[in-house]
């Protein structure tokens, strides 16, 4: 039986709001009750468990209470009701280096900070070298932390993190810390983590990294949580969320939900494809009104890889009211055998507000007989010069 | 994509393991417990407090030492060779008050503004806050235990022995002066968050408290008979500091009345107060100050609810 390591139980976590605050004995003592404050409710009555080896996406937009409660459940703040049980160790990279002592050398800090997530020296001793070598700065560890790039710091914070081995991982929007080979690095590093059975609550606003690594997806949208379960299912809900809360740069257009993606289908009713043959969708969407945006049209790997996103490439598509059919060519399919989902979607034209958004609305079927493997057929060819 | 297979990487179950509740309001039992856990996180942070404290000075940790011996000086110089007050190895007698006050001074002093201080880490790393107070009172232990390896020094130098009767009561005294400080740091690094101005208001605070514990001045030559006819020797210690450092004198001075070596009349310097009335009123202070340490940590547990958000 898996146990759960993290239980969530009814956590409301509420903020005063200061207008005026009121924080010298001074201003206290002048204005004993004045300077108004207001509750703001930052999570509201959320549950949910996440079990042994689960990676869960928490998904949300800017103030939708994501990392109120990421900071809730890591221990930074602690619920106004409602309680959340912890089972194992717990590291958390909420701001990579934050524990970390400018005027001490990257040793010190290490055991310092290793210390800080909870592990005991012995526990930082045994994996020392790792994180040095995770970190790759070998010839700066002793060097204070003061005259380390800004790459080099994160680095060896995130290199601490994962290296002690928490039983869970906490990440908030920080794998958009080093070059890309580094990023490479951490997300390989995150999926063994997964082969360990740990869990690993990942809070972010990218649906792309949710896809690639969580097996399952909760939504929050104003401290409520609106979604919770499979990823394909909770990518929905955000998105249609992403709708129905219009932010305040796009009120005066239409309603979104007028613009519906009914369906997706091919001439030959098949989405089976040879590797290198051309395929031809015909995607159906409805519109209450005459819309004029942008289309997409995403194609994953069943790993949830992005392998391609294109759209109508400045060309507007414009809806009629009514039925519409939108054609999408694709000649020379360049996909190798495989099976990958395909997403479409109706954007503003300026592509920052989804109309409307299909999740998985086909899969497409690749057979390849040549030699290759991968994601995609490459013209490559190799002999001696 | 390829993954070492070792097999000490695979994870072992957790259902076993212990599990730990956030819910609005920690009990002070778990407080206590997780208190306890993170004392290796407590010696990192004093180790690295000392550290930065002097890092990149010449003289490094001997300032722990220089800074007391400055002010051992001006007052040795002030008190017995400007103002004459007599006192036969006034040096000894300032110094094993002073020892005990320093101790407090530098705990509280640094553990007032703390909690603001590191407010980066606050916000953002998850370990049991009153570990940042407690770290500040125990760099001040390790200050305190050099400056103890210098009075013993200035013991030999002097010949003076202390009294062997009294040294079986310092532990309890020492712990008692960690309670204390430990109590007054916690509460007011928490109080600090809510009130910036505590941070100044502590600095002159700190010298009224000074001058009201008997570390300068002998308590029985200066204050025991003006405090009597006005009944207020209880209100003088209601100051814990006030006992505290007159145990600490009581022993390493030893003398309770001397000659002065001004015009060889008799001063009385310390309270005739048998070893063993030093020993219960210790014990009985101890047990105060645990109470007192553990609602200070009940108190900081009411307040960090919000740091967060005030920080």
């Known amino acids: 039986m898996r146990a759960t390591v993290v239980d969530v139980a009814d956590v409301t976590k509420s903020f005063k709001i200061h207008y005026e605050r009121h924080q010298s004995l ?138 002690v081995n928490p039983d869970i991982l906490v990440i908030d929007e920080v794998l958009a810390v080093g070059d890309e080979r580094f990023q490479a690095k951490c997300i390989d590093r995150i999926r063994r983590f997964q082969q360990e059975g740990r869990a690993i609550l990942l809070v972010t606003h990218s649906a792309d990294q949710v896809r690639a690594l969580a097996s399952r997806a909760i939504v929050l949208e104003s401290g409520n949580m609106i979604a919770n379960g499979p990823v394909a299912e909770s990518l929905r809900i955000f998105r249609e969320h992403l709708l129905g809360d219009t932010p305040s740069n796009v009120v005066n257009e239409s309603h979104a939900s007028d613009v519906h993606i009914d369906s997706i289908t091919t001439p030959t009713g098949s989405f089976d494809v040879q590797s290198g043959a051309s395929v031809h969708f015909d995607v159906h969407v409805t519109s209450a009104t005459a819309y004029s945006g942008n289309f997409v049209l995403e194609i994953f790997s069943r790993a949830g890889v992005l392998v391609s996103r294109s759209d109508a490439q400045g060309a507007p598509i414009n809806l009629r009211p009514g039925h519409n059919t939108i054609g999408i060519d694709l000649p020379n399919v360049p996909l190798l055998d495989g099976v990958f989902d395909i997403n479409v979607g109706v954007l503003d034209p300026r592509g920052s507000n989804v109309k409307a958004w299909s999740e998985k609305v086909a899969t497409l079927q690749v057979t390849y007989g040549g030699r290759q493997s991968g994601l995609v057929e490459l013209d490559a060819s190799i002999r001696q010069a | 994509m390829e993954y070492p297979s070792s097999s000490e990487a695979v994870h072992e179950g957790l259902a076993n393991a212990p599990v730990r509740v956030m819910s609005a309001r920690v009990k ?94 606050v916000k953002k790393v998850s ?140 001063i009385h310097m310390l309270p005739t107060w048998a070893p063993s009335s030093f020993l219960y009123l210790n014990l009985a202070m101890l047990a105060i100050m645990i109470v007192l340490f553990l609602v200070a940590l009940t108190i900081f547990g009411r307040l960090e609810g919000n740091f967060e958000s005030e920080l």
């Open chain 1, 26 to 163: 001074k201003e206290r003592l002048l204005h004993p009750r004045t300077g108004h404050s207001e509750e703001f409710v930052a999570l509201k009555d959320i549950s949910f468990k996440v079990e042994e080896g689960e990676t869960v996406g928490i998904l949300g937009h800017n103030g939708s209470g994501k990392s109120t409660l990421l900071k809730c459940i890591c221990g930074v703040l602690q619920p106004t009701s409602g309680e959340i049980r912890l089972r194992g160790s717990l590291a958390a990279l909420l701001e990579l280096g934050a524990g970390f002592q400018l005027e001490l050398s990257g040793r010190d800090n290490v055991y310092l900070y290793g210390t800080m997530l909870g592990f005991s020296k012995k526990r930082v001793d045994q994996i020392f070298d790792d994180i040095v070598a995770f970190s790759e700065i070998e010839n700066f560890i002793d060097t204070p932390v003061k005259f380390y790039s800004s790459g080099m710091y994160v680095r060896l914070a995130f290199a601490v993190a994962v290296n």
């Open chain 2, 28 to 121: 002070l039992g778990p407080r206590l417990v997780n208190l306890w856990n993170r004392r290796e996180l407590l010696r990192n942070l004093v180790i690295s407090d000392i550290r930065i404290k002097y890092k990149g000075s010449a003289l490094g940790l001997l300032w722990s030492m220089l800074n007391p011996a400055f002010t051992l000086g001006i007052y040795y110089l002030v008190f017995s060779v400007v103002l004459k007050n007599g006192y036969p190895n006034y040096v000894i007698f300032l110094f094993s008050g002073l020892v005990l006050w320093n101790m407090f001074q530098n705990a509280v002093f640094a553990a007032t503004g703390v909690i603001v201080d590191r407010a980066g880490l």
């Open chain 2, 127 to 266: 370990f049991p806050r009153e570990i940042l107070p407690l770290a500040s009172v125990g760099s001040a232990v390790i200050y305190f235990l050099i400056q103890i390896c210098v009075l013993v020094i200035f013991l030999f130098v002097f010949h003076h022995a202390p009294e062997w009767n009294m040294i079986e009561i310092l532990p309890i005294t020492f712990a008692n002066v960690y309670l204390f400080a430990a109590t007054v740091s916690v509460v007011m690094a928490a109080f600090t968050v809510y009130m910036r101005d505590l941070k100044h208001l502590m600095e002159v605070l700190l010298q009224l408290w000074f001058w009201m514990s008997p570390v300068v001045y002998s308590y029985s030559n200066s204050l025991a008979t003006q405090l009597g006819t006005h009944h207020i020797k209880l209100l003088y210690f209601m100051n814990p500091m006030a006992l505290l450092v007159l145990t600490f004198q009581r022993t390493f001075y030893v003398a309770t009345s001397v000659k002065s070596t001004i015009d060889g009349h008799v």
